[in-house]
T-cell receptor, first 113, second 111 residues
Framework: DTAVSQTPKYLVTQMGNDKSIKCEQNLGHDTMYWYKQDSKKFLKIMFSYNNKELIINETVPNRFSPKSPDKAHLNLHINSLELGDSAVYFC????????????FGEGSRLTVL | GDSVTQMEGPVTLSEEAFLTINCTYTATGYPSLFWYVQYPGEGLQLLLKATKADDKGSNKGFEATYRKETTSFHLEKGSVQVSDSAVYFCALDYTNYQLIWGAGTKLIIKP
């Protein structure tokens, strides 16, 4: 069983469209994250939820909206996609006693045309 | 503020060569330090960590020692393999739920 799974793995879409990425973890972790990795591999945290509560909300356009229906799931919805949104989006999770030990999903590569 | 600086890549080595990837940090407190590895087409995975000064983290033949006096956490391996080709990230824990990441160092191992 995959510990942190994201779907879809690839998204190709036109500018202006809306898309969602789903993430699920079966590790029993309390905290989940969304990271964006650009073409130069630079990692930027976007959001983090702890037990369904938003605890990190970095400077991200409000076109990006996370939602955590329960502590095992964290979804990312993006409205009005722009070219600059093209990147790989990673979901990750951690448990409270080892918050620096992140478990990452395989990533969702978003290409905006 | 807190930051992590890694050596720029790509680093290209021959198989069985000795590897060092430099990582230095600035921090106001005493953070834990981490190395993560990202293999092509995959997510990141924790390679090793150290939680206090003089701790040595090790895994899969890789080692790194937390040096407070030089604010460094250099990654080393005695004999690299082609399968070690990946991007390596150094990080420190800034708050309970946030890591400060280095820019990543791409490692290419040639047979």
């Amino acid at each position: 069983d995959t510990a942190v799974s994201q779907t879809p793995k690839y998204l190709v879409t036109q500018m202006g469209n809306d898309k969602s990425i789903k993430c699920e973890q079966n590790l029993g972790h309390d905290t989940m994250y969304w990271y964006k990795q650009d073409s130069k591999k630079f990692l930027k945290i976007m959001f983090s939820y702890n037990n369904k509560e938003l605890i990190i909300n970095e400077t991200v356009p409000n076109r990006f909206s996370p939602k955590s229906p329960d502590k095992a799931h964290l979804n990312l919805h993006i409205n009005s996609l722009e070219l600059g949104d093209s990147a790989v989006y990673f979901c990750a999770s951690s448990q409270d006693r080892d918050p620096g030990e992140l478990f990452f999903g395989e990533g969702s590569r978003l290409t905006v045309l | 503020g807190d930051s992590v600086t890694q050596m720029e890549g790509p680093v290209t080595l021959s198989e069985e060569a000795f590897l060092t990837i430099n990582c230095t940090y600035t921090a106001t407190g005493y953070p834990s330090l981490f190395w993560y590895v990202q293999y092509p087409g995959e997510g990141l995975q924790l390679l090793l960590k150290a939680t206090k000064a003089d701790d040595k983290g090790s895994n899969k033949g890789f080692e790194a020692t937390y040096r407070k006096e030089t604010t460094s956490f250099h990654l080393e391996k005695g004999s690299v393999q082609v399968s070690d080709s990946a991007v390596y990230f150094c990080a420190l824990d800034y708050t309970n739920y946030q890591l400060i990441w280095g820019a990543g160092t791409k490692l290419i191992i040639k047979p």
